[in-house]
């Protein structure tokens, strides 16, 4: 039986480091830190997105300079949280009717405080930033900015990298390939994420490269719960005489590097850059 990897989700994962790490109860936060829950509901629903925002606004308090990522990451709670009001905004107490209103008031402020937050940040130049304004609202200029950092100084997160990937992907599978493979040499255990390696697969399959190919998809399998088919898997390598053997255990070597943070200092990392053509 292969092993199973379990990954976590890279995009919820930056959101959620801050407020996983703090101990103190949401009544002892807002206490001592009022500016930051007085636009907020107070009774049980949504809890876990109002942690997250508190959180995110008490590392922004406790920031000397404000970063982009912050900002990034308090977009994202905003909108978990605006998201979850919405569903359970009308959802009325019968004894308490008043905490109806104000769920639904928080409802309104955290989409006000929202829209400002995604209009004062819509031409920041940070890649976080710029990265948020092409994924949610399809922003051709955030994306040039984010394009232009990548090749003048890189990006901070491989998780940026395999975006600019997926965008090239259907269009450009070599540019697609090398974007993929930077991701994986840049990335720590906690943000990589096995799409990726569908995503190469998928590249090189554009660039008829059979064996990258099976490759990428038979190192997806070990981080997939789903059954593996094996004839399937089989077929994309066609007629071809090929050292089944050599590339399963190259599979097997590959996603135990990714899974345990080893692959940016590997041979394999080389060896696979190395085989990537020009873009």
Known sequence: MKPYFVMFTPILTLVCLSACDRPEGLAKLCKNNPQICHDLHQDSWCKLERRVLIDQRLALIEQVSVAGEQQFQLLLALEGYNRCLEIFANVEHIMTPERTQERTKAFVD?????????????????PYL????????????AFDRLEQQYQQRGLPNAILVAALGAYYEKFDPARATTLYLAALAQSEPQDFNPSWLLGLANSNQRLNNREANYLFIRTHTYFSELDVNESQLLAILGDNPIDIKRLNMKAAQLA??????????????????????AP
């Open 256 to 277: 135990t590097l990714l899974n345990d943070g080893d692959y940016p200092a590997s041979t394999l990392r080389r060896e696979l850059e190395s085989q990537t053509p």
């Open 110 to 126: 955290s989409s006000q405080t929202l829209a400002e937050l995604q209009s004062t940040t819509r031409d920041n130049s940070d």
């Open 130 to 141: 710029s990265y948020y304004h092409w994924l949610r609202f399809g922003d051709k200029a």
